[in-house]
């Protein structure tokens, strides 16, 4: 990374009372609130009218990514309970091939109460329900390689289903309920993988889209597994002293093929998908330098790169390597962190929810709008929105 000044943490940091916080979903999606910051204006009204607020014939990224029951409620052979939270697939290494196994397979995970489980198997703490077990395989920098069995011809994403509870955050200070299996989730979910929600999408029904269709704006599917790494605080003063987590992505050459050669404005839907087009440029980039597939990004690789192309040029440069490749789709994995001063390439409307405090979500969308993210959080304080994962929406216009 370039040498830079400090970013201050304080500087991102806004007072959200508990009671801002929603604790349940609405009982319909697209009654939340929406609050639209446009040419520096702040107006407001209901998510099911975005479609009237969006350009016609344009394009809306959505991450199809389905949240797994990554929680599992464990027992040792001693009576201790021991929490596993799956965070990602060690062998196989691949989501797809992980979930469709039907043998033992490998996750990367984090584990509570993990001094008490000094060896042997884990027992599901409910036995009547799965015949699932966990082994410890190794520990390193905190996370643990748990080795998962089970009887049965039954495959890994089944037992999920069955054993495991919907990680719903933590700062909704509850156990996961009924509710959760099916609003913790959008309705376009498809690809499973993710531990928290794209939760942007979580306002979007059927009707949405119809009345989006109906406009000629058409959707666009990627995949971006969202980690637990989202929840992950910042606690260094100097922002560019954080660790970003990676988040593992993918998205079809047909897509690419779209993003690269269309001339339709391009919507995101989240900072999961935000995060996701970014990094496809960057990747598209070091992938036309190096004239070889480049799968992964680092942090802050992005600053040491000074590219004069634009992100359709980028993209179309991934597209003809992907085609040499005989590739039908593009995986790769970022670590990427945006914060203020980042220059966007992909996109200049943000559909996002109301974010934590000095959260890494929060800072990108300071870097998309500016200093008048203070603005709109006040605006959106002062008139009583709901904030964070079930709370209401934003439409953001970058100037």
């Known amino acids: 990374m370039q040498d830079k000044g400090p970013l201050l943490l304080s500087n991102f940091l806004y007072q959200l009372p508990d009671s801002f916080i929603a604790k349940y979903p609405l009982p319909v999606r697209d009654n939340s609130r929406l609050l639209q910051y446009k040419n520096g204006e702040i107006t407001e009204g209901f998510f099911k009218d975005i479609p009237a607020l969006l350009p016609s014939d344009s394009n809306l990224a959505i991450n199809n990514s389905q949240v797994i029951?990554?929680?599992?409620?464990?027992?040792?052979?001693?009576?201790?309970?021991?929490?596993?939270?799956?965070?990602?697939?060690?062998?196989?290494?691949?989501?797809?091939?992980?979930?469709?196994?039907?043998?033992?397979?490998?996750?990367?995970?984090?584990?509570?109460?993990?001094?008490?489980?000094?060896?042997?198997?884990?027992?599901?703490?409910?036995?009547?329900?799965?015949?699932?077990?966990?082994?410890?395989?190794?520990?390193?920098?905190?996370?643990?390689?748990?080795?998962?069995?089970?009887?049965?011809?039954?495959?890994?994403?089944?037992?999920?289903?069955?054993?495991?509870?919907?990680?719903?955050?933590?700062?909704?200070?509850?156990?996961?309920?009924?509710?959760?299996n099916e609003r913790y989730q959008t309705v376009y979910a498809r690809n499973e993988g993710s531990v928290a929600a794209p939760t942007a999408g979580l306002h979007f029904t059927p009707d949405t889209f119809r009345k989006l269709g109906h406009k000629g704006i058409r959707t666009l599917e990627l995949t971006l597994h969202v980690g637990a790494g989202t929840f992950q605080p910042i606690k260094d003063r100097n922002i560019y002293n954080h660790e970003m987590h990676a988040e593992w992505f993918t998205i079809s050459t047909d897509t690419l093929k779209r993003l690269a050669f269309g001339e339709n404005p391009l919507i995101a839907t989240g900072t999961t998908t935000l995060r996701t087009l970014e990094s496809l440029?960057?990747?598209?980039?070091?992938?036309?330098?190096?004239?070889?597939?480049?799968?992964?990004?680092?942090?802050?690789?992005?600053?040491?790169i000074h590219p004069e192309v634009t992100?359709?040029?980028?993209?179309?440069?991934?597209?003809?390597?992907?085609?040499?490749?005989?590739?039908?789709?593009?995986?790769?994995?970022?670590?990427?962190?945006?914060?203020?001063?980042?220059?966007?390439?992909?996109?200049?409307?943000?559909?996002?929810?109301?974010?934590?405090?000095?959260?890494?979500?929060?800072?990108?969308?300071?870097?998309?709008?500016?200093?008048?993210?203070?603005?709109?959080?006040?605006?959106?304080?002062?008139?009583?929105?709901?904030f964070l994962s079930y709370g209401d929406s934003s439409l953001l216009f970058r100037t």
């Open 69 to 180: 029951h990554a929680r599992l409620l464990f027992r040792t052979e001693n009576n201790a309970p021991v929490e596993i939270f799956c965070l990602s697939p060690h062998d196989p290494a691949d989501y797809e091939k992980s979930f469709s196994s039907g043998s033992p397979v490998s996750w990367y995970c984090m584990a509570g109460n993990l001094k008490k489980w000094k060896k042997g198997q884990l027992l599901l703490e409910s036995p009547g329900q799965e015949d699932l077990k966990a082994e410890k395989v190794s520990i390193n920098a905190g996370k643990v390689i748990v080795r998962f069995t089970w009887k049965g011809n039954r495959t890994f994403a089944e037992m999920l289903d069955n054993a495991g509870v919907v990680p719903i955050p933590p700062y909704l200070n509850r156990d996961a309920e009924m509710v959760d």
């Open 281 to 304: 440029y960057w990747l598209s980039v070091l992938s036309a330098r190096k004239k070889e597939i480049v799968s992964h990004l680092n942090q802050w690789e992005y600053m040491n």
């Open 311 to 386: 992100f359709r040029e980028a993209l179309s440069e991934l597209v003809s390597l992907m085609e040499k490749h005989d590739a039908d789709r593009f995986s790769a994995s970022t670590s990427m962190m945006i914060v203020p001063g980042y220059d966007f390439r992909s996109v200049d409307i943000l559909i996002t929810n109301f974010h934590q405090p000095m959260s890494t979500l929060l800072l990108l969308v300071a870097a998309f709008i500016g200093d008048d993210w203070k603005r709109v959080y006040d605006y959106a304080l002062c008139k009583g929105f709901r």
